[in-house]
């Protein structure tokens, strides 16, 4: 099993910058893929941003140019740098691992982003 835990989360103003880390402890699969996802009130989670082994990245277009995800191999972890936030960023944003040899599919808890004048 595949242990996450994230941490970053917080209130910013709009224009401001934060940085989300996910680290990834346990059986993890030397091929997968770690995301970032959110979710805000009344919506559906959705796919921001997420980093395959090997360097392929994939980046929602509605943060595209603004948000930067990366990943640190050695240290399991990735990181998501968002910058000029947004009001409609605010949401909780979700890490998720998943193997791409076996079915193995975990999310962390969870780390609200709040963007609020």
């Known amino acids: 099993q595949v242990q996450l835990v994230e941490s970053g989360g917080g209130l910013v103003q709009p224009g401001e910058s934060l940085r989300l880390s996910c680290a990834a402890s346990g059986s993890i699969a030397t091929m997968n893929v770690m995301g970032w996802y959110r979710q805000a009130p009344g919506k559906e989670r959705e796919l921001v941003a997420a980093?395959?082994?090997?360097?392929?990245?994939n980046v929602a277009d509605s943060v595209k140019g603004r948000f930067t995800i990366s990943r640190d191999s050695a240290e399991n972890t990735v990181y998501l740098q968002m910058n000029r936030l947004k009001s409609e960023d605010t949401a909780v944003y979700y890490c998720n691992y998943r193997s791409l040899r076996n079915t193995d599919d975990t999310w962390g808890q969870g780390t609200q982003v709040t963007v609020s004048s």
């Open positions: 980093s395959f082994t090997g360097g392929v990245t």
